[in-house]
């Protein structure tokens, strides 16, 4: 590994706690269900980070290529479901405050 390839992995691996750390962070302020979902998405593109850095830098693209694509599959089928339930949410209780989220029984 030359040291400029070095200097990216530095920042790499820099990137991707931090952003894994501004997605918690989403998580937690808010009480925006839209924003939370945001939140999840930053932390699920700094694992993809992760994965596609690791797979570079270890010599094994393939392997993490295949992770990548697993996640990206998982991303969107969680993406798909909780757009469901904002649509149900906003329709029924006219809101996207989670304290509403608290109050359904099923």
Sequence with gaps: ???ES???FKL??????????IGIFAIMTTKNIVAIIIGIEIMTKGVTLLLATSGYFSGKPEIAQNFIIVMIIVEVVILTIASGLIINIVKKY???STKNIRNLKG
């Design 1 to 3: 590994m030359n040291s």
């Design 6 to 8: 070095l200097i990216l």
């Design 12 to 21: 790499y691996i820099m990137m991707m706690p931090m952003l894994f750390v």
């Design 94 to 96: 006219d809101s996207l």
